[in-house]
């Protein structure tokens, strides 16, 4: 058990920090978001929209948010892990590991809706690890195997 611990802990930690890194971003995201939401609601009340126009617009970036910012996100730190993921076996959990703040993000949006709250966290775990098995294939071309001497 000690010793699978000692294997994991590395890979965890790993994972932590670029959970954390995604979390930074999807502040500085959000901050970009909250500008371009008060341009378009700007934008919308000169035009003289009605309400649910303005709904329209929030809809609009909660979709962009969703759909663009946060899959780019999880693929990113899906790659990052792959890349410097000590142990293969495991690279599946360390970067579903290194998404959840985007998946508790995501979920968010569709928290009173569980059918695409679910479909959500399942195509954004499989971005994960999918892009950190493309990572994983990124680090074996770009490092070669070490020769063992007999």
Same mark, same amino acid.
């Given at each position: &058990?000690?010793?699978?611990?000692?294997?994991?802990?590395?890979?965890l +930690?790993?994972?932590?920090?670029?959970a954390?890194?995604?979390?930074?971003? &999807?502040?500085? $995201?959000?901050?970009?978001?909250?500008?371009?939401?008060?341009?378009?609601?700007?934008?919308?009340?000169?035009?003289?929209?009605?309400?649910?126009?303005?709904?329209?617009?929030?809809?609009?970036?909660?979709?962009?948010?969703?759909?663009?910012?946060?899959?780019?996100?999880?693929?990113?730190?899906?790659?990052?892990?792959?890349?410097?993921c000590?142990?293969?076996?495991?690279?599946?959990?360390?970067?579903?590991?290194?998404? $959840?703040?985007?998946?508790? &993000?995501?979920?968010?949006? +569709?928290?009173?809706?569980?059918?695409?709250?679910?479909?959500?966290?399942?195509?954004?775990?499989?971005?994960?690890?999918?892009?950190?098995?493309?990572?994983?294939?990124?680090?074996?071309?770009?490092?070669?195997?070490?020769?063992?001497?007999?």
């Amino acid at each position: &058990m000690k010793k699978w611990l000692r294997s994991v802990v590395p890979d965890l +930690f790993l994972a932590a920090v670029v959970a954390l890194l995604v979390t930074v971003a &999807m502040n500085q $995201l959000d901050d970009t978001e909250i500008l371009r939401i008060h341009a378009d609601a700007r934008a919308a009340a000169e035009d003289g929209l009605t309400l649910d126009e303005r709904i329209d617009v929030l809809g609009g970036s909660i979709r962009r948010s969703t759909l663009l910012h946060l899959p780019a996100l999880i693929a990113f730190s899906g790659v990052v892990v792959g890349l410097a993921c000590r142990n293969r076996r495991w690279v599946w959990l360390t970067a579903i590991g290194s998404t $959840l703040p985007a998946l508790i &993000m995501g979920v968010g949006y +569709f928290v009173d809706r569980l059918l695409p709250a679910s479909f959500l966290v399942t195509a954004y775990s499989a971005l994960a690890v999918l892009t950190a098995l493309v990572g994983v294939a990124l680090r074996q071309r770009l490092v070669p195997a070490k020769v063992q001497l007999k």
